[in-house]
């Protein structure tokens, strides 16, 4: 390849292109450059981070090994856990129940939600 054909003068003044040593606004516009380039690593990371660290759900549990883990909470726990679960197989199921949430004495035991969770599982229409 041939070098283009360039006069002396024209690459002299090219060399003699310098930057400014002070940047124009001072202090505060490198200050508000380095602000700006920080919200914008981290913006970056706040996107990418939830896509790294996304974790997986836990679908392999059968039923038994959940209600068998449920069943070492403490009775109030239990029963919110119960109707938590409940309500994941069928919402039409915790529908019905709702009713009976807010009674007095009306509150489902924990084994009878325990018996609708596997009621549900053997048919989840039920």
């Known amino acids: ?73 403490p009775e109030p726990q239990r029963n919110v856990a119960l109707l938590h679960l409940i309500r994941r197989m069928s919402p039409e199921a915790a529908a019905s129940l709702k009713d009976r949430l807010y009674r007095r004495d009306g509150f489902p035991a924990s084994g009878e939600l325990e018996q609708l969770a596997l009621k549900l599982e053997a048919d989840p229409h039920a």
């Open 1 to 73: 390849m041939a070098e283009p054909n360039i006069p002396d003068e024209m690459l002299a003044g090219l060399r003699d292109i310098r930057l400014p040593d002070v940047a124009p606004g001072g202090l505060i516009a490198e200050i508000a450059v380095a602000v700006g380039f920080g919200l914008l690593v981290a913006c970056a990371i706040s996107f990418l981070l939830p896509l790294i660290s996304r974790k997986t759900r836990e679908t392999a549990n059968s039923l038994r090994d959940q209600l068998s883990h449920i069943s070492t909470f």
